[in-house]
T-cell receptor
Framework: AQSVTQLDSHVSVSEGTPVLLRCNYS??????LFWYVQHPNKGLQLLLK??????LVKGINGFEAEFKKSETSFHLTKPSAHMSDAAEYFC?????????????FGTGTRLLVSP | KAGVTQTPRYLIKTRGQQVTLSCSPI?????VSWYQQTPGQGLQFLFE???????NKGNFPGRFSGRQFSNSRSEMNVSTLELGDSALYLC??????????FGQGTRLTVV
């Protein structure tokens, strides 16, 4: 079964400094990986996805992630944090072996951004 | 293009009652998935429907059920509500293979 592990439950940064949210995955085949963001009392918004094309994936709002098969990692980064980035971030793997739309979520990382 | 619409946004029910939640997917999307989000268990997959057929089901008791109509709208039903069913229920819409777009969810509180 596919799974993801988010290594930090909370990450605190100052506005303007880089962001790194860490995610490791476990998959028996080449996975589809995603990062979603959830702002308070809101639904989930897709930030970016990896589907075996380029290993460096660019997403919305300046976020990007790099797929590293040798490290089974898919870390999310942003060069400069903005106050509006404060939210919960989920690393997600698609259980795509059966072709069904079933997403397996990590436990989430809460990003705190201070002025 | 309208997004995924979930109704109602908030719901308060009493233990033992049943509840029905609704999800209208993005126009043209034939797949609808449901997820439960709680502080303790995080986000968990409930089930997925494609063209009115349930294709996959998560590890939830039979009290949780769903269906999909010919216009792709979906409903999920929870019978004999328990306090532990209090959660944010999220619906995701997809063309079938590919990105999932989420609604804002229905916040269910069981008292």
């Amino acid at each position: 079964a596919q799974s993801v592990t988010q290594l930090d439950s909370h990450v605190s940064v100052s506005e303007g400094t880089p962001v790194l949210l860490r995610c490791n995955y476990s998959s028996s085949y080449s996975p589809s990986l995603f990062w979603y963001v959830q702002h308070p009392n809101k639904g989930l918004q897709l930030l970016l996805k990896y589907t075996s094309a380029a290993t460096l994936v660019k997403g919305i709002n300046g976020f990007e992630a790099e797929f590293k098969k040798s490290e089974t990692s898919f870390h999310l980064t942003k060069p400069s944090a903005h106050m509006s980035d404060a939210a919960e971030y989920f690393c997600v793997v698609s259980d795509g072996n059966t072709g069904f739309q079933k997403l397996v979520f990590g436990t989430g990382t809460r990003l705190l951004v201070s002025p | 293009k309208a997004g995924v619409t979930q109704t109602p946004r908030y719901l308060i029910k009493t233990r033992g009652q049943q509840v029905t939640l609704s999800c209208s997917p993005i126009s043209g999307h034939r797949s609808v998935s449901w997820y439960q989000q709680t502080p303790g268990q995080g986000l968990q997959f409930l089930f997925e429907y494609f063209s009115e057929t349930q294709r996959n089901k998560g590890n939830f008791p039979g009290r949780f059920s769903g269906r999909q109509f010919s216009n792709s709208r979906s409903e999920m039903n929870v019978s004999t509500l328990e306090l532990g069913d209090s959660a944010l229920y999220l619906c995701a819409s997809s063309p079938g293979e590919g990105d999932a777009f989420f609604g804002q969810g229905t916040r269910l509180t069981v008292v």
